[in-house]
């Protein structure tokens, strides 16, 4: 959108959720769903969406879904002040091709997943990123391993962090170790006043946005958990970013980790992850059915009772109401 200044509001801090994706029985792509998805997310106050991430399921680049799935996203949010990431992954070449088409249909920057270089030294990973921010600008990702990421160094940080290109960073390898190397590779690039850091930590939401290290802080989120209960998540950071030393946050980040140990399925190693959000979406009747592109993809056993446990124990954590008072003309 002309005008708009997306690399402002991504420093001063969103709620970015990170994209599911809608199918019918048949596991084809629910068109009318997945921009009911969008509208919701644009609707609830996020600043963001990222689509192509694991949340939207790697395996949409196997069913040929990619390009739809973006095009779908650029099409609902046209003429809207919402930044547009795009998940873009694999080789040289995958990665170059989906940043190119990611940006022809006027997405703002790329989120950049390392996971297929597992083994590729500090150097061969620099490289590549300077390849895809030729194209675009860049988010970086550290992915929890557990999920398919791959540790990375403080060392690849601070280079990283150094490249022009490189507008932000998703910190999400759920452990407070690696965090801590991000924060401190980021700290001594250069540039710490350029990247925006956001917590992709899913289990410790609050504690990273209330936490400062070193100076720096992590301004919003961009997460799978934030794809439910949004209109929540957007009124929670607004009063964090008011009033960050408030008595009760403690406590908030209690309930929100508890809620999200149900729905990503932490008893079973995250394998009911993106069906623990299905689910949510579901009940609340945004999405169908919890389906996913792999058949064998669904609820772990005992999960959809810890998801009706959180959903009857935290309430207020849930947009239950605006979402049954906006869900028809979503779908419509």
Partial sequence: MAGFDWRARLRAG??????????????????????????????????????????????????????????????????????????????????????????????????????????????????????????????????????????????????????????????????????????????ESGRAGEVALYTGNDDHIVLDLITTHRGLRMVGGLLGQWAVWTRHAVEMLECLHRKPEAAGWLTVASELTDANAAIFDVAHGFRGSITGIHEVLRRQGLLEGIWCLDPDETLSPGQIDEIARVCALYPHLNDNAFVAENRDRWLA
């Fill in 14 to 187: 969103t709620v970015i959720p990170a994209h599911p994706l809608a199918l019918t029985a048949g596991r084809r792509l629910d068109e009318r769903r997945q921009r009911a998805l969008t509208r919701y997310y644009v609707d609830a106050g996020a600043g963001g969406i990222a689509v192509g991430v694991h949340t939207t399921q790697f395996a949409i680049r196997d069913h040929g879904l990619y390009e739809p799935v973006l095009s779908l996203a650029a099409e609902e949010t046209r003429g809207r002040e919402v930044i547009r990431i795009a998940g873009v992954c694999g080789g040289r070449r995958q990665a170059l091709t989906e940043a190119e088409c990611a940006a022809r249909l006027g997405f703002n920057a790329a989120l950049l997943s390392l996971a297929a270089l597992p083994d590729a030294g500090v150097e061969e990973l620099i490289e590549h990123a300077k390849a895809v921010g030729g194209v675009m600008p860049l988010v970086g990702f550290y992915l929890q391993p557990a999920v398919g990421g791959r540790i990375l160094e403080i060392e690849f940080w601070r280079r990283f962090a150094a490249l022009e290109s490189v507008v932000a960073i998703k910190i999400a390898p759920f452990n407070r170790y690696y965090t801590l190397d991000v924060l401190r590779g980021v700290a």
